[in-house]
């Protein structure tokens, strides 16, 4: 019974440890990908992702897509002409969460 006690509370401290990690690394959340894209990108690139702004690419055909996770994660960082810098206003995670959202609306 001690023994029984005793694996119950060292199962329960394990759990709470790994609750406790920070969360970076997990994989990419589309529905929170959503949430920030409806916040931050939603008025140009518009609601799915054919955007009705000149020269801005169209996600739907994958347009700005062909590129590895990085590089669309540097041009959404730095801004490119018309699109503003979003470095210090979503994190990596934030990002790449945005990017795995942008990715499902190609067809
Ligand atoms: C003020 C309007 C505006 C906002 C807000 C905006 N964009 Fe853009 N975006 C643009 C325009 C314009 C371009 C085309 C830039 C160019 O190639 O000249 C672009 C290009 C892109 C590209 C292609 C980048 C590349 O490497 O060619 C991606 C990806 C992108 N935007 C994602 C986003 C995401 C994600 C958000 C929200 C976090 C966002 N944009 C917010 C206007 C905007």
Do not use: W
Not at 47 to 74: H, K, V, W, Y
Request: with cysteine; aromatic share 6%.
């Amino acid at each position: 019974m001690r023994d029984l006690l005793f694996a119950t509370s060292a199962c329960a401290g394990l759990l709470g440890l790994l609750a406790a990690l920070p969360s970076t690394g997990h994989a990419a959340d589309t529905a929170e990908g959503q949430r920030l894209y409806q916040m931050h990108c939603i008025a140009c690139h518009g609601a799915t992702g054919e955007s009705l702004i000149p020269n801005t690419p169209n996600f739907s055909r994958g347009e700005g897509l062909m590129q590895a996770d990085i590089g669309i994660m540097a041009s959404i960082k730095a801004g490119k002409n018309a699109m503003p810098a979003f470095a210090g206003v979503l994190r990596d995670q934030q990002i790449l969460d945005v990017i795995a959202y942008l990715r499902t609306f190609q067809r």
